[in-house]
DNA sequence: GCCAACGTTGGC
DNA sequence: GCCAACGTTGGC
């Protein structure tokens, strides 16, 4: 098993967006990066994945996420109506994918950005999220990570 | 609103 | 293939 991290903006969707759902399931649409797409495309059920929010007053890890079905195509690609369309993507050759993802509990408080950073030069060294100028939207978490962001719950 | 750090686009 | 211009992300 694979563990993960995937940015929302809260103000489009929210962990209590996700608790909301049907299921409190939804799939992850709307991703638009050829370096997060392929991260997705690796992403197997059963994965984990930390819902973390960003752009926001008080970034940081909100949760977590089990990956519930693989990729397959993002249809609001070929939805003009859709924020996220792109006439680059046809249907019968799709550009982008998305995954389907359940809540598996969220964090009676975040877990803010400022409490990972304190870490960054000791256990939580070179986790990409901490890297200087990073913009990925999806990206790897190693296990050694995971089990220690977990222990600052 | 500012700005650093990328990613993408398009002319050549 | 190079690279300048432009757009986006995301913390602060």
New binding site residues.
């Given amino acids: 098993m694979k563990y993960w991290l995937m940015?929302?903006?809260p103000d489009a969707y929210s962990i209590d967006d996700l608790a909301k759902e049907k299921n409190q399931t939804t799939h992850w649409d709307g991703i638009?990066?050829?370096?997060a797409r392929n991260l997705m495309k690796e992403m197997k059920k059963g994965d984990r994945a930390f819902f973390?929010?960003?752009?926001?007053?008080q970034?940081?890890i909100v949760g977590i996420m089990e990956i519930v079905r693989e990729a397959y195509p993002d249809h609001t690609a070929f939805d003009k109506k859709e924020k996220y369309f792109d006439a680059?993507s046809d249907p019968d050759n799709p550009r982008w994918y998305m995954v389907d993802v359940t809540l598996v509990r969220k964090f009676a408080q975040i877990i803010?950005?400022?409490a990972l950073?304190e870490l960054s030069e000791k256990a939580l060294k070179d986790m990409v999220?901490l890297?200087?100028?990073?913009?990925?939207?999806v990206m790897p978490v190693t296990k050694k990570h995971w089990d220690r962001i977990l222990k600052l719950e």
Wanted: glycine content about 8%; aromatic content about 8%; charged content about 30%.
């Fill in positions: 940015k929302s903006e638009r990066n050829y370096q973390y929010h960003s752009s926001c007053p970034p940081g680059k803010p950005l400022s950073r999220l890297r200087k100028g990073n913009r990925l939207s």
